[in-house]
């Protein structure tokens, strides 16, 4: 039986790690949610290899996904679940990816964002970089298949956010990072960084 429950930890980064950008081009993302609210969301994504797409204000997921229509191959529907200290419930599926990117461009909240892959230690991370109403928003994840315990946190994870719903995709699709990346910054300049401790014992790069 597959397991559909997704087990990650989530971090805030002030900066991209220049050491993760191999050169070769980020896995483009677009992505629609056509229902997120308490946590569920009905997700449809779209996703893009070999296209270089600078992130920022000004770059919107609807009309990306129409200028490289031909290069987003692949696609996917999932539903995910209330997340709860890095647990989740999802459960993804492959579809058509001409049907998925109609179906995006007619509806849905989109979401545009750069992933970038690396190896860390016993794990692999996944950095987003993300656009529009969310630029400036950096988001490293690891996955495991199991609870993420014990885990060797990088340099460039400035604070951990796996409980804060602000920063899942569906949350930004909700309220996007411009609306309240002040306050968040303010507070995280008076009280500085923070760690879980329920995952194990943290370690530090």
Known sequence: MVDEFEYER?????????????????????????????????????????????????????TTLMQYREAFREAYITVLGSPVSGTRYEAERTV?????????????TPIIKNRYSVWIGEDGWNIDVFGANNAGLIVAKVERSSPVTNLL?????????????????????????????????????????????????NRYE
């Open 10 to 62: 989530r971090f805030y980064c002030r900066e991209f790690p220049a050491e993760c950008d191999d050169g070769d081009a980020p896995l483009l993302m677009v992505q629609s949610y056509f229902l997120h609210q308490d946590g569920f969301a009905l997700r449809l994504r779209v996703q893009a290899r070999g296209v270089r797409v600078p992130m920022g204000s000004q770059t919107d997921g609807l």
């Open 96 to 108: 058509d990816a001409d049907i998925a990117a109609e179906m995006i461009l007619r509806g849905g």
């Open 153 to 201: 946190i990088p340099g460039f994870c400035t604070t951990e956010v796996t409980d804060d719903h602000r920063f899942y995709n569906d949350g930004l699709a909700s309220r996007p990072f411009i609306t309240w990346r002040d306050d968040f910054l303010a507070g995280l300049d008076r009280d500085g960084a923070q760690y879980s401790q329920l995952f194990g014992q």
